[in-house]
């Protein structure tokens, strides 16, 4: 990019930096100063709806496919995924909060699926990032499936630039690291439209990210990028760690800037938020209250106790069993607690069909069912865990009803029940109990923060952050939502822009 490009696009910046960057209108007044009416094109592995049979779509459960849904029906633009539903291949998502989005849906061979998904991304890359060297399993033949996948995506992309000209390639996660390597290896494009990558889970330091026998291929794989997305100061720092440790080659410049291959990197801390005006209007709506109502009542779980929520997919980097002990302390600590407070936990089974998340899911099972007899009385039960995925409206209900929220992840890049349920929360006193090994407790410091590894710890910062009066819960409150819209759904985006 020349010095007169560059300048204009400065100026153009610092332009719309004098208005709010908090609203969609501003995402979109600073997408047309960048990239005219090109669209943004975002590529995930997992499609942002469901195509049903009778021609409609759901929206299924995840905090960061429908974070990228709402930007887009909202803004417009291409959405590339895999095909995970029935319908054809391109589809308009419609939207009555904007102009709603095209959706390229990618065909995995049948053979390429579980070797891709359930292999290389879930079974090396998913534990390994997050620090589980115990659960890493690494099978040569599945990379090889993996960067296949990669290559049918990329050539995707490519189809996209001869059809829909984007002005920006948004890349997301562990699964797609190797798509930008094959967009610049194949593309017979003059000039390619900027390359950006988002990490949404943690990265590792360098001593584990070596165990990965393709590191040099995955790490050469995000370089291909000219924008590299982290959740927090510390993912970004172990990332440069790694660049400069593995490929002396690379100059570590300043602003993080990384020149690899003759090619600027741009590594940026651009922590992915919500839309907590969106969250606080289900939260309010009656219909809403009624289904969580009917929810409680379907589970037996009883309206004259308050309740502590979790909502969880049933991973071992969700810290479900060590929320298990620390629920066990606390009740041996405090017993005053037994009989005044239950504990709701929404723990939906994920990835069953791999031997160690099934065996994991079952030892969760087995260690709920001997918690709750050793502390349950014949007129309360101190834990109620259900496996059925809840509709966001319905959560958002739950959120605004229940006295807390319990997250104890044990390493987790952001986490966004914890903002979803602040902004239900409104101007409750429900207390937000935050492990420390997440992404939002960087920027949620207000918290009240846990540590799944230290059991007994934590059931002291619950037993505090409950007996705390109720004014000084909501003044808690106000403090953390106060951040959360100020590092808004809208405000990722911007981060993303200025750094283009």
């Not at 967009?183 to 988002?198: D, G, V």
């Not at 172990?238 to 800037?257: C, G, R, W």
């Not at 929810?295 to 929520?309: A, D, Q, T």
């Not at 540590?451 to 059931?459: G, K, Y």
Request: net charge positive; aromatic share 10%; proline share 6%.
């Amino acid at each position: 990019m020349n010095q007169a490009t560059l300048s204009s696009r400065q100026n153009r910046i610092s332009s719309v930096q004098k208005t709010s960057v908090r609203t969609i209108e501003s995402i979109r007044s600073i997408s047309r100063s960048l990239l005219g009416n090109s669209p943004v094109c975002i590529v995930t592995n997992r499609e942002p709806i469901v195509y049903t049979e009778n021609q409609d779509f759901k929206r299924p459960a995840g905090g960061v496919s429908q974070a990228l849904h709402a930007l887009l029906e909202r803004m417009g633009g291409i959405w590339i995924a895999a095909k995970d539903s029935s319908g054809p291949d391109t589809l308009m998502v419609p939207s009555g909060k904007g102009p709603g989005y095209l959706l390229e849906r990618v065909n995995i061979p049948s053979s390429l699926k579980k070797p891709f998904y359930d292999g290389y991304s879930n079974g090396t890359l998913w534990p390994l990032f997050h620090g589980n060297r115990d659960q890493f399993f690494h099978d040569p033949g599945e990379f090889i499936q993996y960067d296949r996948v990669n290559q049918i995506f990329a050539k995707k992309v490519m189809d996209t630039f001869r059809k829909e000209r984007p002005g920006l390639v948004w890349i997301h996660d562990y699964q797609l690291t190797r798509v930008a390597h094959w967009i610049r290896r194949e593309s017979t494009e003059n000039t390619l439209p900027p390359l950006a990558f988002f990490c949404h889970i943690p990265w590792p330091n360098p001593a584990d990210f070596m165990l990965l026998p393709e590191w040099q291929s995955v790490l050469e794989g995000l370089l291909s990028h000219d924008i590299i997305g982290f959740q927090t100061p510390l993912h970004l720092d172990l990332f440069l760690k790694t660049v400069s440790t593995l490929l002396p080659e690379a100059a570590i410049l300043q602003n993080n800037v990384i020149r690899w291959n003759g090619r600027p990197i741009h590594v940026a801390v651009m922590p992915v938020g919500i839309d907590p005006q969106y969250f606080r209007r289900m939260a309010d709506q009656k219909e809403n209250h009624d289904a969580a109502i009917s929810f409680l009542e379907k589970e037996g779980i009883p309206s004259n106790i308050p309740f502590v929520i979790s909502v969880d997919r049933m991973d071992y980097t969700k810290g479900l069993i060590e929320r298990i002990e620390i629920l066990d302390r606390f009740f041996t600590i405090y017993p005053a607690w037994k009989e005044k407070i239950s504990f709701v936990q929404i723990a939906v089974p994920t990835r069953s069909g791999q031997k160690m998340y099934k065996k994991y899911q079952s030892n969760l099972r087995d260690r709920i069912t001997s918690f709750n007899q050793k502390w349950m009385t014949p007129n309360w039960r101190p834990l109620y865990s259900v496996e059925t995925t809840l509709p966001q409206t319905q959560l958002a209900a739950l959120y605004k009803m229940s006295s807390g929220a319990l997250i104890t992840s044990t390493n987790d890049g952001m986490n966004l029940v914890a903002q979803e349920f602040l902004s239900c929360q409104g101007n409750g006193s429900g207390v937000l109990f935050l492990s420390r090994h997440t992404g939002s407790a960087f920027m949620l410091r207000d918290a009240v923060q846990i540590d799944p590894f230290h059991p007994v710890f934590s059931a002291r910062q619950l037993n505090t952050g409950l007996s705390d009066s109720v004014g000084k819960r909501i003044q808690r409150n106000k403090i953390l939502l106060r951040q959360i819209e100020q590092m808004n759904l809208y405000g990722w985006v911007y981060r993303l822009f200025e750094n283009l």
